[in-house]
C-alpha cells in the first residue's frame, strides 16, 4: 500500500536535506547520537541480564529494573560522548580552517571529563575496557614507529601468565582493590566452589537451598 501523499513529500524533503553537505557535521552528530544510544543498548542489556540474575539478590522487578537502568546509563553516556566528540571535532575544524590530530584528542578529552569523568561503576567497567585496548595499541604502535624493538619471540604468553598470576594475587589477598563486579565473578568462581553439603550444592545448585 502506497503512503499518503503527505507523508510522501515529508519524506522527500527529509532525504533532501540529508543530501546537503552544509549540514553534514550537524546530522553527524544526530547520527552518532543514535548509534551510541543503540550501540551502548546492545552492549549492556545482555552484560546486564546475565550479571543480575547471577549474582544479585532481590525480586524481579528489583532484578529488571537494575537491568534497565545499568542499560539506559551505559546507552545515554555513549550516545552523550558520541554527540560531543563530533560536535567538538566538528568546531576545531570549522575554527582552524582544517583538520589536524590534536583536535581528536582534545575532543575526546574534554567529551570523556564531561561524560565519563563520575567515577560511577558503568563508567569504571567502561574505561577499563579501554585502558586495556589502549596499552595493547601504543605497544604495537611503539613498535611501528621504531620506538620498541620488535619482539624476537612471541610475548603474549609471558603477558597472560602475568594478567591471571597479578588478578588472583589482588583477589586473595587485597580483593578491595577490585571492582565490585569481578570480586563477585572471581567469588563464584574460585571460593564458592571450595563449599558444598551434598549433590545439590556440589553439581545442581552453587549454594544449598533454603529449607522451607
Known amino acids: 500500500m502506497a503512503a499518503p501523499p503527505q507523508l510522501q513529500t515529508l519524506l522527500l524533503a527529509v532525504n533532501a536535506l540529508l543530501r546537503k553537505?552544509?549540514?553534514?557535521?550537524?546530522?553527524?552528530?544526530l547520527k552518532g547520537f543514535r548509534n551510541g544510544a543503540v550501540y551502548g543498548a546492545?552492549?549492556?542489556?545482555?552484560?546486564?541480564?546475565?550479571m543480575t540474575f547471577l549474582f544479585r539478590s532481590g525480586s524481579l522487578q528489583e532484578k529488571l529494573r537494575a537491568i534497565l537502568q545499568a542499560t539506559y546509563t551505559h546507552s545515554r553516556n555513549l550516545a552523550s560522548f558520541v554527540f560531543t566528540y563530533k560536535g567538538l571535532c566538528a568546531l576545531q575544524s570549522h575554527l582552524q580552517g582544517e583538520t589536524y590530530q590534536v583536535h581528536s584528542f582534545l575532543a575526546a578529552f574534554i567529551g570523556g571529563l564531561l561524560v565519563f569523568g563520575n567515577n560511577s561503576t558503568i563508567n569504571s567497567q567502561i574505561n577499563m575496557y579501554l585502558?586495556?585496548?589502549?596499552?595493547?595499541?601504543l605497544c604495537r604502535l611503539g613498535v611501528e614507529k621504531g620506538y620498541i624493538p620488535e619482539p624476537r619471540w612471541e610475548p603474549s604468553r609471558l603477558f597472560n601468565g602475568l594478567v591471571w598470576g597479578l588478578v588472583l594475587w589482588l583477589f586473595e589477598y587485597h580483593r578491595p582493590t577490585l571492582q565490585p563486579s569481578l570480586q563477585s565473578s572471581?567469588?563464584?568462581?574460585?571460593?564458592?566452589?571450595?563449599?558444598?553439603?551434598?549433590?545439590?550444592?556440589?553439581?545442581?545448585?552453587?549454594?544449598?537451598?533454603?529449607?522451607?
Not at 131 to 137: D, E, G, K, N
Not at 186 to 212: A, G
Request: glycine share 0%.
Open 21 to 29: 553537505r552544509r549540514y553534514h557535521a550537524v546530522l553527524a552528530m
Open 42 to 50: 546492545k552492549i549492556r542489556a545482555p552484560h546486564a541480564l546475565v
Open 131 to 137: 585502558m586495556s585496548r589502549i596499552l595493547f595499541a
Open 186 to 212: 572471581m567469588t563464584y568462581l574460585y571460593e564458592d566452589s571450595n563449599v558444598w553439603h551434598d549433590i545439590s550444592d556440589f553439581l545442581i545448585y552453587n549454594k544449598s537451598r533454603p529449607s522451607k
